[in-house]
């Protein structure tokens, strides 16, 4: 079972460039969930989707954008990539009730802004 | 008080021993609540759901206190491989039932 996919693992990305972070779910869940991990910090949401075709902003969408054309991809796009935008990015999914699942993660995309 | 709230730690504790984490949250109308364990640059993995009063699993006991809005996570007999950072996870307040809020998270190193 695949679970949550993400690519890439690592980038290094320079100031002002542009890239998207993929991330599919093979598990038919309607949520998916993008998160950003600094160092020593917890996980910060950026945006979230109920469904294909839904989006919404999280705690920190703010030079990042998403779409959700299909239920398996939730792709997480960043323009003019800054320094500050160094960090660990996660994707996670759940079922449409959180119950006793939580959330599944995928592995990580390691980003950092030169 | 903050939405979720852990102590840091870290906890440097010998094997074998317990060892007993403790997280306060927010929001009183929180049904579910998780913990994860997260390694070291590796993704949080779902360790224990926590419903009710609470919630054991092997060595893992989490225990629930609505009426103080705490939830605990004790270890018993720590092994080498209990090291890492264990998040406490609560519903967000104010949000769907589907989001959660990540504590910061408790790092644990259990040593020779």
């Known amino acids: 079972n695949a679970g949550v996919t993400q690519t890439p693992k690592f980038r290094i990305l320079k100031i002002g460039q542009s890239m998207t972070l993929q991330c599919a779910q093979d598990?038919?869940?309607?949520?998916m969930y993008w998160y950003r991990q600094d160092p020593g910090m917890g996980l910060k949401l950026i945006y979230y989707?109920?469904?294909?075709?839904?989006?919404d902003k999280g705690e920190v969408p703010n030079g990042y954008n998403v779409s959700r054309s299909t239920t398996e991809d939730f792709p997480l796009r960043l323009e003019l990539a800054a320094p500050s935008q160094t960090s660990v990015y996660f994707c996670?999914?759940?079922?449409?009730?959180?119950?006793?699942?939580?959330?599944?993660f995928g592995s990580g995309t390691r980003l950092t802004v030169v | 008080r903050k939405e979720v709230e852990q102590d840091p730690g870290p906890f440097n504790v010998p094997e074998g021993a317990t060892v007993a984490f403790n997280c306060t949250y927010s929001n009183s109308a929180s049904q579910s609540f998780f913990w994860y364990r997260q390694d070291c640059r590796k993704e949080p993995k779902l360790l224990m759901s926590?419903?009710?009063s609470g919630n054991e699993d092997g060595r893992f006991t989490a225990q629930l206190n609505r009426a103080s809005q705490y939830i605990s996570l004790l270890i018993r007999d720590s092994k080498l491989s209990d090291s890492a950072t264990y998040l406490c996870v609560v519903p967000t307040s104010g949000a769907g039932s589907y989001q959660l809020t990540f504590g910061k998270g408790t790092k644990l190193s259990v040593i020779p």
């Open positions: 989707s109920v469904g294909a075709g839904i989006t």
């Open positions: 926590v419903y009710s």
């Open positions: 996670a999914s759940s079922s449409t009730e959180v119950g006793g699942y939580g959330y599944t």
């Open positions: 598990m038919n869940h309607n949520y």
